[in-house]
């Protein structure tokens, strides 16, 4: 495995100086962030270090370079948008841009790509599915042209109010991947896996690793803490934000051994990436960047450093 993690953390940086980062600490590599260029309202999104948009054979080379010279690979690109949004016209714009990154992802020699499913949070799954089916074969069937893998993020995106009560991403269960993959069995379509969601969701992180095993491509290592006072006040049905926080690995309820043990028992020898999403480190860039210490050297114990 390799140890890495999600760029979106260090904003204010450009690609080079991620790539610096990362080697100065000590990581093996990064999962790239591609929004399109201008702000976002929400958290950890907007964030452009490699622009998808208009991606030349030069931006290869510069970006090859990079990574060569700071010993740092891209684990893969990332870009979290929500691709069945009810605004159409908004939505085929998230597709259109999935497809830029993924092609983005197949010139540099990456045979990766994470995003999410998304979702019309105010309708069911089932009714969710028709979109589902009308938008996403297209998009891995493009995936399957340019040869690569595309990661669904297993978060709910259900945190805050705009959010309630569905959330906006369907892929948040083992039975909704079921579904999604059944509907859509291409081995170019599987899971970017992060273990956090299911602990504050009051489910088994460890076993759907057996169960999807082939279709893992990709790790975010994110870890939670459940306030079980906070949740006897307000009750499961609150918004989730409300009694749960994200936190660095090692400071949450994830026990980061059993599920590295249950990564080495399928086989995986793919990335692990650090998402940071813990308040605590949040109020600069020198937070940022202790956190991403403070992760690797508590990772290091179960990925060894490669030599």
Known sequence: ???????????????????????????DCVEVMCWPQGKDARRYAGITHISAEDFTDSDVTTIQQMADEFGISISALG????????DLE?????VEHIQKVIA??????????????????KKSVDENWPRFLQTWPEIIKFAEQQQVRVGIENCPMSFTEDEWPGGKNLAISPAIWKRMYADIPSEYFGLNYDPSHLVWMHMDYLAPIRDFADRIFHVHAKDVRVDQHRLDQVGILA????????????????EWGSFFSQLNEIGYQGPVCVEVEDRAYEDSTASCLAALRQCHTYLRNYIPERK
């Open 1 to 27: 495995m390799q140890l890495g993690f999600v760029t979106a953390i260090l904003p204010d940086y450009d690609l080079r100086q991620v790539f610096q980062a990362a080697a100065e600490i000590g990581y």
């Open 79 to 86: 870009y979290y948008p929500n691709p069945l949004t009810p």
């Open 90 to 94: 908004e939505a085929q714009k998230y």
């Open 104 to 121: 983005a992802a197949n010139k540099l020699g990456i045979n990766r790509m994470n995003t999410f499913i998304g979702r019309d949070w």
């Open 239 to 254: 918004h989730p934000l409300e009694y749960h926080t994200p936190k660095l690995p090692g400071l949450g309820q994830v």
